[in-house]
């Protein structure tokens, strides 16, 4: 897969479809609707908080029944809105089946994720 960073989730292109897109967005529900308009292989999302009802992350499960891999790190390991800071220290705080099928953990830097794949 290719690396691609994108602060926002909304600027996913044809270009990322089946990619490793590494974003700042939040992974709600409306992030996840962006995101598969063009379905990476796998998104990385920032947990903005978890929040409430889990509205930070509830877009995973949507993501994973669609088929995507996806996690979120940390809102204390990376800053929301920025993709290179999700890169360089975020911390996965939370992710879906299909990330678990990609050998991904809770804990597990992006870093790491992305030197494997």
């Known amino acids: 897969?290719?690396?691609?960073?994108?602060?926002?989730?909304?600027?996913?292109?044809?270009?990322?479809?089946?990619?490793?897109?590494?974003?700042?967005?939040?992974?709600?529900?409306?992030?996840?609707?962006?995101?598969?308009?063009?379905?990476?292989?796998?998104?990385?999302?920032?947990?903005?908080?978890?929040?409430?009802?889990?509205?930070?992350?509830?877009?995973?499960?949507?993501?994973n029944d669609a088929g995507v891999a996806a996690c979120a790190v940390s809102h204390l390991s990376a800053r929301i809105g920025d993709a290179k800071s999700t890169l360089a220290t975020g911390q996965i705080s939370a992710l879906n089946e299909r990330a678990k099928q990609l050998g991904l953990n809770v804990t597990e830097s992006v870093a790491a994720v992305v030197a494997r794949l």
């Open 1 to 63: 897969m290719r690396l691609y960073l994108i602060d926002s989730v909304s600027a996913v292109t044809a270009q990322t479809h089946g990619q490793l897109v590494v974003t700042g967005s939040h992974g709600g529900v409306s992030a996840a609707h962006l995101a598969l308009a063009h379905p990476p292989g796998l998104v990385v999302f920032n947990d903005a908080g978890i929040g409430l009802d889990a509205a930070g992350i509830a877009g995973l499960e949507l993501l």
